[in-house]
């Protein structure tokens, strides 16, 4: 089973294929319509690639190929392909419509209009086409949160393989790290009915030995190059699930996890992805963030953190705060914050729990804050900054927590179809690694943690 789909090669293949793919361009789901969308960069049209079969937008005689002009006389404004603009445009406009249309409740009034352009130079025609949408609760109620939730965690149970975990489409890392999350994201909605579903992910995570898949030597890579992500992402997960109080093999398989991300910083307070410390020694600031979340988490189920090394690996974060307030990929000045959001979200989360250095917690949730239109970029893995930003603001603070959402209700809105299913949406940017963890398992995970810190269920949310 490790090497059944050659992890480090497909990676390596979809991060370079991401990485030079153009920034022109947007695809995403057309929510309650039932179909996809593309934007382009500096154009107003929303062009439909494709529709669902019986979906309300092919009912309603849309055809792929249609640019949607306006919805409701509300004319869009130009797509930008720059972080800092979120879903401004198309799909801001689009998405916060049919989320208020759908939740009115007599069908009458479930109606929208459409302005499409079909065709394109001199046979172009401009079109007035009603689309009757089906009764969905709107995001701005706890009626529609929770039914996104609901659909959401019924496909992650459905999803899941009997021996307990989920398999994503490349090696064992992949599935460690989906797995992590979809296990964290379940214990975040809070049903009995998972509970037996997650003793079997907890035992998966463990692995055969019960020391989390990893060698005797911790400095070997061990079974498929076990990322450094996975081990921090197993960590939450087993802490989360046993809530601070594993038993002995639990903890020792927390413990082992904690050692392994320990040792394999090398004396600069750096991280590779495994063992191997990349880019000529410069290393990966999100790895360090992991890290200190694992270690942060382990502290909660009585694992005691190693002092020394957390204080080198805070050493080099510190070195990387841009003066922004977010953290950048490596200590080295003038190297962005414009994909952040993991690595910020992940270290305030960690100095949260512990409760330490108040004043880089302060900047860091502020950075969170101020620049939330940027939180599904996060080089590569989108998803894991989606997830863990809405714990890290709602920490912080409510009404940050308020407008976080506010900020991303187009987003929720586009996820689910006419039917209720969950698509994943991409980051404006690289992309590669959501690629490998399965994106309808992990939009689900994005869904629930962005709308459950009220419930509170997961250390996570609570201050």
């Not at 701005?140 to 999803?159: K, M, Q, V, Y």
Request: glycine letters at 10%; a neutral charge.
């Amino acid at each position: 089973m490790f090497m059944r789909r050659g992890f480090t090669a497909i990676y390596l293949c979809l991060i370079a294929g991401m990485a030079c793919e153009s920034l022109a361009q947007e695809s995403f789901p057309l929510g309650i319509l039932g179909g996809r969308g593309e934007v382009t960069a500096g154009s107003p049209l929303l062009t439909v690639k494709s529709l669902m079969g019986n979906s309300p937008a092919e009912i309603a005689g849309l055809l792929p190929g249609d640019q949607i002009l306006a919805i409701d006389g509300i004319e869009f404004q130009p797509h930008s392909n720059r972080v800092d603009d979120g879903g401004s445009g198309p799909q801001r406009a689009l998405g916060e419509r049919l989320d208020t249309v759908a939740g009115r409740a007599q069908k009458s009034e479930r109606v929208i209009a459409l302005k499409v352009q079909r065709g394109t130079g001199e046979s172009a025609e401009i079109l007035d086409i009603p689309c009757a949408l089906p009764l969905r609760q709107g995001l701005l109620t706890s009626a529609g949160r929770n039914e996104l939730i609901s659909r959401a965690a019924a496909h992650l149970r459905e999803t899941c393989q009997s021996a307990g975990f989920w398999n994503a489409p490349v090696g064992l890392t992949g599935d460690r790290v989906l797995t992590a999350w979809a296990t964290v994201a379940l214990k975040a909605v809070g049903e009995p009915q998972d509970v037996e579903l997650m003793r079997r992910n907890v035992n998966w995570l463990m692995g055969p030995q019960q020391r989390c898949w990893l060698p005797e030597d911790l400095l070997e890579k061990g079974p498929d190059n076990l990322g450094n992500w996975a081990l921090a992402s197993g960590v939450v997960a087993l802490v989360e699930v046993t809530e601070g109080k594993p038993d002995r093999f639990q903890k020792a398989a927390i413990a082992v996890s904690c050692e392994a991300l320990c040792q394999r910083m090398t004396p600069q307070g750096r991280f590779g992805h495994d063992v191997v410390v990349g880019y000529s020694g410069k290393g990966f600031n999100v790895i360090n963030t992991l890290s200190h979340l694992a270690w942060a988490m382990g502290a909660k189920a009585g694992v005691a953190i190693d002092q020394p090394v957390w204080d080198l690996s805070l050493q080099q974060i510190k070195q990387s705060i841009d003066p922004n307030g977010g953290v950048r990929y490596w200590t080295m000045a003038n190297t962005g914050t414009a994909d952040a959001s993991l690595r910020t979200s992940s270290m305030a989360l960690a100095l949260g729990l512990v409760g330490s250095e108040q004043a880089l917690l302060e900047t860091l949730s502020e950075y969170l804050d101020q620049h939330r239109a940027r939180t599904r970029e996060a080089h590569a893995v989108g998803s894991l900054g989606m997830l863990l930003a809405p714990a890290a603001i709602w920490r912080h603070d409510r009404e940050a927590y308020q407008r976080f959402m506010r900020e991303w209700r187009w987003y929720l809105s586009l996820m689910q179809d006419h039917e209720g299913a969950v698509h994943y949406i991409g980051g404006k940017r690289n992309n590669g690694g959501d690629d490998y963890l399965g994106k309808d398992r992990i939009a689900c995970v994005i869904a629930i943690m962005l709308l459950s810190p009220e419930r509170e269920n997961l250390m996570l949310f609570q201050k």
